[in-house]
């Protein structure tokens, strides 16, 4: 533990000192076109991630609504009162609809030729875009399949069932069979049976088997009729139906398919109608020989031997159905996942996704399981100086990939970053926001409402956004940003240039400009409290207001408001009024306070802007002129 930790005596200055700590160890900072994410350290640089890929145009949409799905399911998982498993289901739900429309995105714009223009002219562009494609489809059925395995939902076949059939369709040949004048003659006919039969689509099987000649030929006397009633009376399991229920119809229905079977035998009918039962029967040596894949013949055993199983036999007899084609070794990486996701190791799943699916994906499923509390403790070395979770890692890698992107995406980081825990989300929210060059007014705004929403301190966008208007020349603007970043000592020293450049120049408008763009924020500074006075001074001797163009002129020198460089040209400023015989404008005390002025202009000597003699000379003449007449207006 760092000592700095140690010595600090309450919460708050521990999380001060860690974040002290991160700045000086670990810094954000953005290099090379792609924007390389480089970790800091006291040793060397040490890239962490490089995000040269594409967020196409068409994926943006989705990534704005799942970063606010996922600040909002954070926000609400938090609560007390919050049923957790439902809102899982609806947020996860959500998630694989937005899968859905990206993937729908991608291809409406493949297919119409508007792409992004980023990408449109390169010669593999529609790679890309099949690709990215792929990799969405791959995501979802991943996900869906987590969703109705991993987030516990029991019964589970239904759910695999539904899984299966969305995510591998079948096309089966029923028109060309129909116009067959002998169906069960042509090649397809018993394997189109058997496949729909592997996948449960007991509707698809009844109408091949009604294709059938002899099925037409004899009426419904004939054993073909009699094997399509048994398919139609096969009862099926739906998360509504009462388990006990289902179990009594199932003993009933396989002792039926049994008698079937022995019946068939007797009679010496087809063979393959007696193998269509016997893969009703759930006979493993069948269903291996039917199966094309360890998925088509995990369904089938699951439908035809063990409806009602639970989520540890299946994982058990998932293992079995993939070694029967071979090690688990040589299957792809995509299907080692499903294997995982099957058997129920979340970590297992969280670790091969990071082969399989992209940041995007695995930072919100991980955010789920995460939440559902299924996943099993484990410590990520992030960055030099924190241990995360897997959840925090896998958000993190994908808030930094967010980082690479336009500036927009880059915004999006920042829901992310805060729900992590405030030691390290805090941090890296501040870091960023402080990185993120404010290149136009509304991207300011925007991370200025950031700040606001995170609690951040938004002062180094003021500056920035102060500085570019500066040298746009744009002063009324500069003022602004600074009087809303409460920067004081950059106000009071803009405030010397501009009054610096009126006494060379002489024209107000650059004062006129600021002051009218901060209204009453010119109390922040007293350079800026003089500005506005001056230009109101300005105003009254331009529109011949006299007596209130004396008195404050007066005021600004009487409290020595104004600066010592601006009392000469006040004081001659004042030579007008002071050679008023009729009436006096200025009495004595307010000569007396004049004079003392100008006393200590000519006492200044061997300093900056030392005054002319003539000048001098000349306030000098007028103002003991001005005293004598006041003497001797007072007392006549």
């Not at 099925?215 to 006397?221: H, L, S």
């Not at 010119?522 to 007596?547: E, I, R």
């Amino acid at each position: 533990v760092n000592p700095g930790v140690m010595m600090a005596t309450s919460a708050a200055q521990q999380q001060r000192v860690v974040q002290k700590q991160a700045c000086r160890r670990a810094a954000v900072c953005w290099v090379g076109p792609n924007f390389e994410l480089a970790c800091v350290s006291a040793r060397r640089p040490a890239v962490v991630r490089t995000f040269g890929t594409h967020h196409l145009t068409e994926l943006k949409k989705v990534m704005y609504e799942a970063a606010d799905t996922f600040a909002r399911f954070n926000a609400q998982a938090q609560r007390p009162e919050a049923d957790r498993k439902t809102l899982i289901a609806q947020v996860s739900l959500h998630y694989r609809g937005l899968l859905l429309a990206a993937r729908a995105y991608l291809e409406q714009a493949d297919t119409s030729g508007m792409r992004d223009p980023r990408v449109a002219g390169l010669p593999n562009a529609h790679d890309i875009y099949r690709d990215n494609v792929k990799l969405i489809k791959v995501s979802e059925m991943v996900w869906h399949l987590c969703e109705n395995v991993l987030l516990n939902r029991y019964p589970v076949m239904p759910y695999l069932l539904d899984w299966f059939w969305f995510h591998f369709p079948d096309n089966f040949p029923l028109d060309a069979l129909t116009r067959s004048s002998q169906p069960e003659a042509e090649p397809g006919y018993w394997v189109s049976i058997f496949r729909a039969t592997l996948h449960g689509m007991t509707s698809t099987v009844q109408q091949l088997l009604q294709l059938h000649s002899k099925y037409i030929a004899d009426g419904k006397q004939n054993i073909y009729f009699l094997i399509e009633q048994l398919v139609q009376s096969m009862p099926l399991l739906y998360p509504e139906k009462s388990l006990e229920k289902f179990k009594h119809d199932w003993n009933e229905w396989r002792i039926l398919c049994g008698n079937v079977l022995a019946h068939l035998r007797d009679e010496r009918v087809d063979e393959n109608l007696i193998q269509l039962v016997e893969l009703l029967r759930g006979d493993d040596v069948v269903l291996h020989k039917v199966s094309c894949s360890w998925l088509e013949q995990l369904l089938a055993s699951v439908l035809f031997q063990e409806p009602a199983i639970s989520l540890t036999a299946l994982g058990e007899r998932a293992q079995q159905c993939v070694s029967s084609f071979g090690p688990v070794t040589n299957l792809p990486a995509v299907e080692q996942l499903l294997l995982a996701a099957l058997q129920g190791l979340p970590n297992k799943v969280v670790e091969l996704g990071g082969e399989c699916l992209p940041a995007f994906v695995l930072a919100h499923l991980v955010d789920l399981l995460n939440c559902a509390q299924i996943l099993q403790p484990h410590e990520i070395q992030h960055m030099p100086l924190w241990r995360v979770d897997l959840r925090e890692h896998h958000v993190l890698q994908y808030a930094e990939s967010l980082l690479g992107s336009s500036c927009a995406l880059r915004q999006l980081c920042l829901n992310y970053y805060a729900a992590l825990p405030p030691a390290l989300g805090e941090c890296l929210l501040q870091l960023v926001v402080d990185r993120t060059p404010p290149e136009t007014d509304v991207t300011a705004q925007k991370l200025i409402n950031c700040c606001a929403r995170y609690n951040l301190d938004s002062r180094s966008i003021y500056r920035v956004v102060a500085v570019r208007k500066l040298g746009q020349g744009r002063h009324g603007a500069v003022f602004q940003w600074l009087a809303r970043a409460r920067d004081q000592p950059r106000l009071a020293a803009l405030a010397n240039r501009l009054l610096e450049h009126f006494l060379e120049n002489g024209s107000p408008s650059d004062m006129e400009a600021v002051v009218e763009s901060l209204g009453e924020e010119t109390v922040l500074s007293s350079k800026l409290t003089f500005m506005s006075d001056y230009v109101k001074l300005q105003k009254f001797g331009a529109s011949g207001n006299v007596d209130a163009h004396v008195r404050l002129l007066l005021e600004l020198l009487d409290g020595k408001r104004a600066p010592r460089r601006f009392w000469l040209p006040l004081l001659l400023d004042a030579v007008p009024h002071l050679q008023a015989t009729a009436p006096v404008r200025v009495g004595v005390e307010d000569t007396y306070t004049l004079m003392e002025r100008l006393q200590e202009l000519c006492t200044c000597s061997g300093k900056r802007n030392v005054p002319r003699e003539s000048e001098l000379f000349a306030v000098r003449k007028v103002l003991s002129e001005n005293l004598a007449r006041a003497i001797v207006q007072r007392y006549s």
